[in-house]
């Protein structure tokens, strides 16, 4: 089974996009990340580079996963939500819509979060500059 690719969606060098996986329309997967197998990125998301995917997992529309962040086995990121850089959400977690969370945070085994986004989603042109500045 292949991956499918929306159109002008862009995946990154040296990432990976598992079989029965989906990237959205204009979705973007930054360098050296992971989408696991039968997993969704929506439609205009991102994952910055690093990050992963788990399996059977979902990242909604318009929504940000931060650099060297990790979306667990079978958990959902909504949409419009906002991970930041080195978070980490799962397994079996639900990050609601519009949700927000800072820089190396934890969404641990089956929890949810609700919290509400006060700033717009950052863009993958955001994470540049942060992904230099951590080096």
């Known amino acids: 089974p292949r ?12 990432s990976a996009v ?13 360098p ?5 197998p039968g ?6 998301a991102a994952v910055g580079p690093g990050s992963a995917v788990g399996p059977r997992s979902a ?3 318009r929504s940000a996963v931060g650099p060297h962040s990790a979306v667990g086995p079978c958990s959902a990121v ?5 991970l930041g850089p080195r978070a980490a959400v799962g397994p079996r977690a639900a990050e609601g819509p519009r949700a927000a969370e800072g820089p190396r945070a934890a969404v641990g085994p089956g929890s949810q979060s ?11 042109s955001d994470w540049s500059s942060e992904d230099k500045s951590e080096q």
């Open 3 to 14: 991956a499918a690719v929306g159109p002008h969606a862009a995946v990154g060098p040296g």
């Open 18 to 30: 598992g079989p029965r996986s989906a990237v959205g329309p204009r979705a973007a997967v930054g």
């Open 32 to 36: 050296h990340s992971a989408v696991g």
């Open 39 to 44: 997993s969704a990125v929506g439609p205009r």
């Open 59 to 61: 990242v909604g529309p």
């Open 78 to 82: 909504g949409p419009r939500a906002a």
């Open 114 to 124: 609700v919290l509400v986004l006060l700033g717009p989603v950052p863009s993958a």
